[in-house]
């Protein structure tokens, strides 16, 4: 019953930024961990950033001091703000949530239909 919607990618030149948004929807109980997670083609999709309802973040190496990941519970929304990509950034950006519907049910894992970010050089 959650839906999932990133907006916010497009093709930028290397060194550039964007802002990754995903907001929420539905009937949720609470929403807990949000993350971005990126694949690329021809590769396994890995873990950008990770937010927890607490505010803790976490973030792949090859993105720290780059990408900052923010959510807005108000909103049920999860930002990611990208600055100076490069094109191994090139990849299908997907947003992911943990939530359960109502409080007693087990959470799940929700994912967005992914949004196109290309960095060209």
């Known amino acids: 019953q959650v839906q999932l919607v990133e907006s916010g990618g497009g093709l930028v030149q290397a060194g550039g930024s964007l802002r990754l948004s995903c907001a929420a929807s539905?009937?949720?109980?609470?929403?807990?961990?949000m993350g971005w997670y990126r694949q690329a083609p021809g590769k396994q999709r890995e873990l950008v950033a990770s937010?927890?309802?607490?505010?803790?973040?976490n973030y792949a190496d090859s993105v720290k001091g780059r990408f900052t990941i923010s959510r807005d519970n108000m909103k049920y929304t999860v930002y990611l703000q990208m600055n100076n990509l490069k094109p191994e950034d090139t990849a299908v950006y997907y947003c992911?949530?943990?939530?359960?519907?109502?409080?007693?049910?087990?959470?799940?894992?929700?994912w967005g239909q992914g949004t196109q970010v290309t960095v060209s050089s």
């Open positions: 539905g009937i949720a109980f609470s929403i807990g961990v």
């Open positions: 937010t927890s309802d607490g505010g803790s973040t």
């Open positions: 992911k949530a943990v939530a359960n519907i109502r409080s007693f049910d087990s959470p799940k894992d929700y």
